[in-house]
């Protein structure tokens, strides 16, 4: 994933499972592991959470418990940003 990715991402108010296995990089039961941690964190805390078919979270959070650096990711998006702008970067040349 690029940084680009991973900041359009992170930049949801909400993570359900699939944000939070996108971001950390795991699979479906490790990411309902964390969403659940995370849940259950803030229910101790007093704080309500949206009821619904899908189970959310703060996206705060779950930046919070990965110990993300945002500075660094909006950092290196906007470099990927200018880069492909500027037509420097090309991610056909990547191999996955």
Do not use: F, H
């Not at 940084?3 to 490790?30: F, M, Q, T, V």
């Not at 996206?59 to 906007?78: F, H, Q, R, T, W």
């Amino acid at each position: 994933m690029s940084y680009l990715e991973l900041y359009k991402i992170i930049l949801k108010p909400w993570a359900s499972i699939n944000e939070i296995r996108l971001i950390a990089n795991c699979g479906r039961d490790s990411a309902i592991k964390i969403r659940n941690t995370i849940q259950n964190k803030l229910i101790k805390e007093g704080k309500n959470l949206p009821t619904g078919k899908t189970i959310v979270v703060p996206m705060k959070y779950v930046i919070e418990y990965l110990g993300l650096d945002m500075n660094y990711i909006i950092e290196m998006a906007n470099n990927e940003s200018n880069m492909l702008n500027n037509g420097t970067l090309s991610y056909a040349s990547i191999s996955r």
